[in-house]
């Protein structure tokens, strides 16, 4: 089991960077997939981003490419999602989730954390 939490977000105004951390604990994480996922008011939880266990592949949705990056650190337990060039329509709830592969998908994740806003104004 993985409990997850994140922390790091906040308000900036736009094309400003933010990185929020996902802290995990539980034995499995190292070779736990991690995945980046947020959430506007009124909207569905959307895909941002994903890594492998190793680290060694990662994957992004079409919207933050060339501006986010994932990256994980496995002896810190510890997941980051570093966000430059940041608008007003990345506003939303952030949440880091696990899984045992990696995918885009909200059902293919076990595991979540509580979430942290990120609020980007204009």
């Known amino acids: 089991q993985v409990q997850l939490v994140e922390s790091g977000g906040g308000l900036v105004q736009a094309g400003g960077s933010l990185r929020l951390s996902c802290a995990a604990s539980?034995?499995?994480?190292?070779?736990?997939?991690m995945g980046w996922f947020r959430q506007a008011p009124g909207k569905e939880r959307e895909f941002v981003a994903a890594?492998?266990?190793?680290?060694?592949?990662?994957y992004y949705a079409d919207s933050v490419k060339g501006r986010f990056t994932i990256s994980r650190d496995n002896a810190k337990n510890t997941v980051y999602l570093q966000m430059n060039s940041l608008k007003p329509e990345d506003t939303a709830v952030y949440y880091c989730?696990?899984?045992?592969?990696?995918?885009?998908?909200?059902?293919?994740?076990?595991?979540w954390g509580q979430g942290t806003q990120v609020t980007v104004s204009s």
């Open positions: 890594i492998s266990w190793s680290g060694g592949s990662t």
């Open positions: 989730a696990a899984s045992a592969l990696v995918a885009a998908r909200t059902y293919e994740y076990d595991y």
């Open positions: 539980g034995r499995t994480f190292s070779r736990s997939a």
